[in-house]
């Protein structure tokens, strides 16, 4: 019991630390745990209510400290903006690719990150194009292959950093989980049974 008991404090620990990480000033965009958060989530908690949750918890605390700070003229970024929802419901979908990983594998966990990180860019701004999102100069992007396109490209700077950070993160979250588990969690049930 005890371990399930500090497994559930390492979560809400991580949950609180990514979503302040998030906020952190001067981060390039789209660097952040998130993505890893669902994949890890995905693959380690063996809950599937709390597989989705993980992720979720974390962006509505990072959200609503965005909201504050942006409230208090401390940031310009609002925590609360339109078509959050479809941001949500990626992360949902993102934690199902979780489930496919492997937690000790690391070829599962290295292309689990690479698909999501991919999974994430095309459904991101596929829906910034389909719904009626502003380009670089601020104009709606056209409804054509064209506007699409044009969509993804200029996307691709924040995929390259998404990926990046995906890929970081997923390495320490597993590479973490793996770590505790083997030098204190397995080591504690073997003194206990000594």
């Not at 292959?145 to 950093?161: H, Q």
Request: hydrophobic share 55%; glycine share 8%.
């Amino acid at each position: 019991m005890k371990n399930n008991k500090s497994i559930v404090v390492s979560f809400v620990l991580l949950v609180l630390m990514a979503s302040l990480y998030r906020i952190l000033p001067g981060r390039p965009w789209g660097f952040t745990p998130q993505i890893a958060m669902a994949l890890f989530a995905g693959s380690i908690v063996k809950d599937k209510k709390y597989a989705f949750l993980l992720p979720l918890f974390s962006m509505l605390v990072s959200d609503i400290l965005y909201q504050v700070l942006f409230q208090f003229n401390l940031s310009p970024i609002p925590g609360f903006y339109s078509g959050q929802v479809i941001n949500y419901l990626l992360f949902v979908a993102l934690t199902v690719v979780g489930f496919a990983i492997k937690k000790t594998n690391p070829v599962h966990i290295i292309v689990g990150s690479v698909a999501s990180a991919t999974l994430y860019f095309l459904l991101s701004n596929f829906a910034v194009w389909i719904g009626r999102g502003l380009n670089i100069a601020n104009l709606p992007y056209p409804k054509t292959m064209a506007g699409l396109l044009n969509c993804y490209s200029e996307g691709i700077p924040f995929y390259r950093v998404s990926l990046y950070a995906t890929l970081i993160f997923s390495g320490i979250l597993f590479g973490g989980y793996f770590l505790i588990n083997k030098y204190f969690i397995q080591k504690r049930v073997v003194l206990a049974q000594v």
